[in-house]
């Protein structure tokens, strides 16, 4: 039973009774390590099968299924488009240009840089999720939520690194001043969403992009592009380490979004519904590898509509008419209203109101960067993926 | 390790190769050499499932495929024949199964069918003016009306109007009550009732849902004496002991079980409200007593669970998890001998490498789900050799 209303929230909640939920809520809550339903540890992630480059016709693609059925497919397909802010900036006055209101925040200086430095929505992404319109807001605000964290990663200019890669990914989309690539990222969910599909999308998005390839340039400067035939030359979009190089984890990679809620004072990562159905807060985290490839750097975190504050509350039985009734005191009328109490019964669901404390977002930054956290081991996993 | 990525398994389809009459290899030349028009035809016509003895398709059958096209035998369930010709072709995807000359396609997982007398598990979807309508995976949605209740303060009360009016007292959306199915009517919908006191409002637990074909034609089977008797029906079946108190490991409580017919599941602490009851007062009449009970019989507020019974309901039901992921039929002998498994599997753990898989020891459906299966099976060919 979808509910229209909830679509925006972080999922289509299942309806559990108040009894589950406060039971559900105090075990994840426990001080001492909290007990999720499937036994997982609190940052274990459910094991996943993933493989890239499967479809043909695409630039790269990948597929991850999750154990519990949820698979998602992204393919990537780049385009050669003419840049139109670079005509634009040769007349140099054309100063409230709506296209490129972000690159022309720091003045005059950063003129040439919009045809150097890229602009953010030469990548597109369209998410498709069954059972969603592509108009409604949980594909548009999860698109623009991974849109975001890639074309922002890697942003400062990797001094020292192959000089491709400098701009991060909207750098490496410029061909020249009067060209560049438009991305198109796909991605298409292929069941229906058993939980919050982001994690899934996310990391499926990040080992499409990894597989991607463009074909090899031949032409030079400021020449109208032209390509090489050969597919087998083609170069990867996010460039391999050269054999020569300090070989281990020197790749610049994209960056890639985790799901987290909290529950009391506990963090736990990849969440699945009925976990997200009683959570505090829910969280998405956007992380990468620092441009030197040593340590994390944490690029967003934003936070998603927790869903359990549009459930049911419980009625602790001191208000309950039918358990009272064998009391004999059935006549009083306060207890008809479930949501008259406001102080806390142990046992009893009250649904969240929503907040996060400092303390746990604290905890949540050092379990996701620390060193052989969470964010490295999720980095690592996806590394250890043929591509 | 917070993550593991597996690559995905393919299936060997190289063993129908040798089988087939038109091997892949000439389709494979075809396409290469040939024009796509023809392409089309040529390998549509030529995948045909390898024939047993009798003429009839091995495997499983997915629906539009063609069992046989013998004359010799009669179709059943789940299968048709088109007028013109004497193939039989499946409609469902499942197993075949031949009575005599009699063909029936087995599916492999199918909504509930309900009988008269099933003990089901079932969610509140709607509360109407005298009734309620209950989500029993079913594929119409069950009733369940206010006069198929204990009312609390005793049973032989009258319904009033002031019932009527307070019907979310006893029930509201998203509860989850345990029911016996009392009629069926023309249309398979069923009737619901309550009228017991093991049957009404659940609490104190976790709801599980596993597919399979629910109680729909395996009431008459009984396990086979054959290698594949633990798996040939899926999810939950009719039998005898639906309903049971486990006494769990480490420290936990005793655990109540309920497996309703329909797939729905319920684990919880056992409360020991109905032994109480009758004990503490055991000249107390047996209106008296239901009156006692039923004080309870509609809370939503849980008791207290202590961290390890917590413990082992989450095992519980992992345990039931890993049977229908494998295919294991869901009763009281297996999910027994599949919780006595797993405590098995932890101790050979533990023994194999103890500080360095503590992180997320508690989690069974990756790689330990193997080991638990293997041993389930063990202990079932032991049984079957006692018989």
């Known amino acids: ?387 | 390790m917070a993550i593991t990525i597996l690559a995905p398994v393919v299936e060997d389809v190289r063993q129908d190769d040798s089988h087939a009459p038109h091997g892949y290899a000439d389709q494979s030349m075809s396409e290469d050499s040939d024009s796509d028009v023809e392409m089309g035809g040529v390998s549509l016509s030529q995948k045909r499932r390898p024939r047993d003895s009798n003429n009839l398709a091995t495997g499983i059958m997915t629906p539009g495929e063609v069992v046989t096209d013998d004359p010799q035998w009669m179709r059943g369930h789940g299968t048709y024949t088109n007028p013109l010709s004497t193939s039989i072709i499946a409609t469902v995807a499942g197993h075949i199964e031949k009575v005599n000359k009699l063909i029936s396609v087995r599916p492999l997982r199918a909504r509930y069918t309900p009988e008269i007398g099933d003990l089901v598990v079932g969610r509140i979807v709607e509360v109407q003016s005298r009734r309620w309508k209950v989500d029993v995976a079913a594929p119409l949605l069950a009733q369940l009306p206010l006069s198929a209740i204990n009312l609390p303060g005793g049973i032989l009360r009258r319904r009033t109007s002031a019932d009527e009016l307070q019907i979310r007292t006893f029930f509201s959306e998203g509860d989850l009550v345990v029911a016996e199915v009392q009629s069926v009517h023309q249309d398979g919908s069923a009737s619901l009732h309550t009228r017991s006191l093991k049957y009404g409002k659940l609490r104190n637990g976790v709801f599980l849902a596993v597919t399979g074909t629910g109680g729909s034609g395996a009431s008459s089977s009984k396990p086979k004496k054959s290698g594949s008797s633990l798996a040939r029906d899926w999810g939950v079946v009719r039998s005898r002991r639906q309903v049971w108190t486990q006494q769990t490991a480490s420290g936990g409580a005793d655990v109540d079980i309920i497996l309703g017919v329909n797939g729905y599941i319920w684990i919880s602490k056992h409360v020991e409200g109905t032994d109480a009851a009758s004990s503490a007062s055991e000249n107390v009449s047996i209106t008296r007593m239901e009156e006692m009970v039923s004080s309870s019989i509609y809370s939503s507020q849980n008791d207290e669970i202590s961290p390890q019974t917590r413990h082992e309901i989450s095992r519980l039901s992992q345990c039931i998890q890993v049977l229908v992921q494998n295919g294991v039929r869901v009763e009281m002998e297996t999910v027994q001998a599949a919780y006595e498994a797993s405590l098995q599997v932890d101790l050979e753990v533990g023994d194999d490498e103890d500080e360095l898989s503590e992180e997320g020891r508690d989690y069974l459906e990756g790689n330990k789900a193997s080991r638990l299966i293997e041993l389930v099976e063990q202990r079932w060919a032991k049984q079957e050799k006692i018989e």
Do not use: C
Request: glycine share 8%.
């Open chain 1, 1 to 387: 039973m979808s509910n229209p209303r909830q679509a925006s929230s972080a999922s289509q909640t299942p309806h559990l009774s108040p009894a589950e939920l406060s039971y559900l809520y105090t075990s994840l809550s426990l001080p001492k390590g909290p007990i999720r339903p499937d036994g997982r540890s609190p940052t274990q992630f459910r094991p996943l099968t993933a493989e890239t480059d499967i479809l043909p016709g695409t630039n790269g693609s990948a597929r991850i299924g999750f154990a519990d059925g949820t698979q998602a497919i992204v393919g990537v397909k780049a385009e050669v488009e003419k840049t139109v802010l670079a005509s634009d900036i040769l007349q140099q006055d054309v100063e409230n240009d709506l296209q490129a209101p972000s690159d022309r925040r720091d003045g005059a200086e950063s003129t040439p840089s919009a045809a150097a430095g890229g602009h953010g929505s030469w990548v597109q992404m369209s998410i498709e999720i069954p059972g969603f319109r592509d108009d409604d807001a949980l594909p548009v605000f999860l698109s623009e939520m991974m849109r975001e964290s890639l074309v922002g990663s890697v942003t400062d200019a990797g001094k020292g690194r192959d000089t491709e890669m400098a701009g991060g990914l909207k750098g490496r989309l410029v061909i020249n001043k009067r060209w560049h690539w438009r991305l198109y990222i796909d991605v298409l969910l292929l069941s229906q969403p058993l939980s919050y599909p982001l994690p899934l999308l996310s990391l499926t998005t990040h080992l499409a992009l990894l597989s991607t390839k463009l074909p090899k340039l031949k032409s030079q400067g400021e020449e109208d592009p032209f390509f090489d035939d050969d597919w087998g030359v083609a170069e990867h979009l996010y460039p391999r380490p050269s054999p020569s190089a300090s070989a281990t984890s020197s790749q610049i990679r994209p960056p890639v979004t985790l799901l987290v809620i909290s529950v009391g004072d506990n963090v736990i990562f990849d969440p699945n519904r009925e976990e997200i159905s009683v959570a505090d807060a829910v969280l998405a985290i956007s992380i990468t590898r620092n441009s030197e490839g040593q340590g994390l750097k944490l690029l967003s975190i934003r936070t998603i509509d927790p869903p359990s504050r549009l459930t049911q509350p419980g009625v602790p039985n001191s208000e309950n008419l039918s358990t009272m009734a064998a009391t004999g005191n059935s006549d009083n009328a306060a207890a008809a209203n479930p949501s008259a109490g406001q102080e806390e019964v142990p046992g009893v669901w009250r649904p969240r109101r929503g907040g996060i404390k400092r303390s746990v977002i604290t905890e949540l930054t050092r379990t996701v960067l620390k060193k052989g956290g969470v964010g490295e081991e999720v980095l690592e996993g996806l590394e250890g993926v043929e591509v």
